[in-house]
């Protein structure tokens, strides 16, 4: 398996950008953040299903939550190698495991869960498969001479609400999730567990091309697309949110019944 960094960042991590950690019942969760993103995005979610009872895993990504510097001396292999490590720990505590993740998170949980057909179910919300950005056929070149570009965190309708992110993007290690992206993308047709899609209407970050993508390719499981009207990227602390918490309770108790 892909290893992690030798040695931890001496780097401070950034106030409420700690991972999450419940431990609860049989039924484990893995949830995921996103590209220059924090557990903060998500840990509404991961405290309403440790509500529930489950136990829950919410892990802060290499590099992430300290500087967009930091992220960019990283790449996907140490990602996903800190979200296999947590799944590893949830199959020794519980009988049956889910994962979810928002954006870039959805792709690694979708990682999880091809490496290992055992995993239960899917919670995907605005999912990173594909993009069509005209930036990006230049990235390969690009990212050797240009740092990092301005970022994108922070998509989220409801007034008054923040997500704890870099307001910039490292085009090194978003390079490194390009060729993630592309690895899960040709693997997509063998990923066989139930889904449930959750779509923002309004997405100023992946592009309608990314869910369309994975619709044409992931064609032997179940998808469930739910859309939701009043989000915008960052849906999990934004006016959805409930939406997307008790639904993937449902989708959960609906699975290991």
Known sequence: ???????????????????????????????????????????????HLAEQGYTVRLPLLAGHGRTWQELNRTTWQQWYADLDREYADLTKR????????????????????????????????????????????????????????????????????????????PLHSMYSQTQLMKIVAESLPKLTQPVLLYRSRVDKVIPPVSAEFFHSQATNCEVTEIWLENSYHVATLDNDAPQIFEGSVEFIEKLRN
């Open 94 to 169: 519980c009988e049956v495991v889910f994962a979810g993740g928002l954006s870039m998170g959805a792709l690694l949980a979708t990682k999880i869960a091809l490496e290992h057909p055992q995993l239960e179910g899917l919670v995907l919300i605005n999912p990173m498969f594909k993009h069509n950005h005209p930036m990006l056929p230049l990235l390969p070149l690009l990212h050797y001479v240009i740092p990092s570009f301005p970022g994108l965190a922070g998509d989220i309708k409801k007034d008054g609400t923040t997500e704890l992110a870099y307001d910039r993007n």
């Open 1 to 47: 398996m892909w290893q992690t960094q030798e040695k931890e960042s001496s780097v401070a991590i950034m106030p409420g950008a700690e991972p999450y950690s419940h431990d609860g019942n049989e039924v484990g969760v893995l949830l995921c953040h996103g590209y220059t993103s924090t557990p903060q995005s998500l840990r509404p979610w991961a405290e």
